[in-house]
């Protein structure tokens, strides 16, 4: 497969990018904002497009033209406010769902976080980062898009293990980004988890057989 990877630029994103490019399966194509970030993934021998999340739908369909599925794991980031969260995380997301649709591609996979559609159990401190991935994750449920919602616990950068707990409901947990990614890319061409959702914290299992059993 083609993999538009939005957020390209990020800790998982350079990861993920890495490991599709690697796969001999699929091949990634970097989506980043900036040129100078194009620039260090076309050194690699990356494809890379230029597209800002705050800007238009269209902006985004034609970065994802011609791909086979498109990865969300971009992100404000904690460092900016609850305007950039809402901008990035809520109407970034939504607005790339939307490109999705309107380049003609199906499959469509996000990064979204542990425990996002439980109120009951959002952090306090940071509300309104989980009211974005919540609503984002809802519209993408509510979508034609052949969907897989992974929501991942708290992010490490330590290496992977190969190895993970994924269910409906899991209140607590890490996992290395490494271990995300790998999530990811399983994921692609796996059809159980075609319209899932799922939160995925370290664990014991290999990541394919997890991803079989959920
Ligand atoms: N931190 C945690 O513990 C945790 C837990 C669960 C889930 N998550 C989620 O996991 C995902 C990936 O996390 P991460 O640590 O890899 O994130 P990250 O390193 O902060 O990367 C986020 C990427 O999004 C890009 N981005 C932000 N605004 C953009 C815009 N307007 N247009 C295009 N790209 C934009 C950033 O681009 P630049 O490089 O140009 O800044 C950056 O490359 C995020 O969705 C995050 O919310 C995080």
Redesign the pocket.
Known sequence: MKVLVA?A?????KILVDLLQNSGTHSPRAM???QE?AEAFKQKGIETVLA???GTVEEIANAAAGCDAVVF?????GKTGADKTLL??LD?AVKTMEAAEKAGIERFII?S??QAHHRENWSEAIKPYYVAKHYADRVLIASPLNYTIIR?G??LNEPGTGKVTAAENLTRGTIP?EDVARTIVASLNEPNTYRRAFDLVSGDTPIADVLKTI
């Open positions: 957020g630029n990020g800790q998982i994103g980043v904002r900036k970030q800002d999340l705050e794991t971009a992100g404000s980031g990035v995380d970034g990064v976080a542990l991942p708290g992010l980004r």
